[in-house]
């Protein structure tokens, strides 16, 4: 079965640079989430999109933005980018709808140095 | 990997044992609850879920309780095998957005 893509698997980028994340959703999945974790932590909720419009807002710097294309992926994009931002990001699908568990995909390893 | 274990709670249990792995929830208000495995450079795997208007729910190997008084939540997993060695996470959610919130995980090592 197809599962959530994501682009791409490792990412290298030196403080203040930008970084952009994509995310490929389940096909006829409507909704896409974001999420970081960081070592040894859980995942956190960033934002998500239902329908290309922001559905929900998490833990999310102002230096981040994302958004879902008529299409149903999902980008996410860094800026101005932090030491504290190296983290792994998972998008995860699912279809809207009281328990639809979140499906994710293997996630981007981002590194900041 | 990601999870190096430093901040993790570990299980260690024996191949073929049965487990059991706890998580405390946050919100009274959650009403679904999902289990998720991470194995070492993937993300979270679904396993089983239950909504709060049940308190057991069975899959293959698995069975999850909800105990909603004191918002407790256990994945037992039985004949536990070497494949089963990750990091286990609860999540929970409310309302109809299904955002989860996780909590933190457990490291279940299997030795054989």
């Known amino acids: 079965a197809a599962g959530v893509i994501q682009s791409p698997r490792h990412l290298i980028k030196e403080k203040r640079e930008t970084a952009t994340l994509k995310c490929y959703p389940i096909?006829?999945?409507?909704?896409v989430y974001w999420y970081q974790q960081g070592p040894g932590q859980d995942p956190q909720f960033l934002i998500s999109?239902?329908?290309?419009?922001?559905?929900d807002k998490g833990s999310i710097p102002d230096r981040f933005s994302a958004q879902q294309f008529s299409d149903y992926h999902s980008e996410l994009n860094m800026s101005s980018l932090e030491l504290g931002d190296s983290a792994l990001y998972f998008c995860?699908?699912?279809?809207?709808?009281?328990?639809?568990?979140?499906?994710f995909g293997n996630g981007t390893r981002l590194t900041v140095t | 990997g990601e999870n190096v274990g430093l901040h993790l709670p570990t299980l260690s249990v024996q191949e073929g044992d049965n487990s059991i792995i706890n998580c405390a929830y946050s919100?009274?208000?959650?009403?679904?609850f999902i289990w998720y495995k991470q194995e070492s450079g993937k993300g979270p795997q679904f396993i089983i879920d239950?909504?709060?208007?049940?308190d057991k729910r069975q899959g293959q190997r698995v069975t999850v309780l909800l105990n909603k008084t004191v918002k407790h939540l256990s994945l037992q997993i039985a004949a536990t095998q070497p494949g089963d060695s990750a990091v286990y996470f609860c999540?929970?959610?409310?309302?109809?957005?299904?955002?989860?919130?996780f909590g933190a995980g457990t490291r279940l090592a299997v030795h054989p």
């Open positions: 995860a699908s699912s279809l809207m709808g009281e328990g639809s568990p979140l499906h």
């Open positions: 096909p006829r999945h409507d909704t």
């Open positions: 999109f239902y329908e290309k419009m922001q559905s």
């Open positions: 919100n009274s208000a959650s009403d679904y």
């Open positions: 239950i909504r709060s208007n049940m």
């Open positions: 999540a929970e959610s409310s309302g109809g957005y299904n955002k989860l919130i």
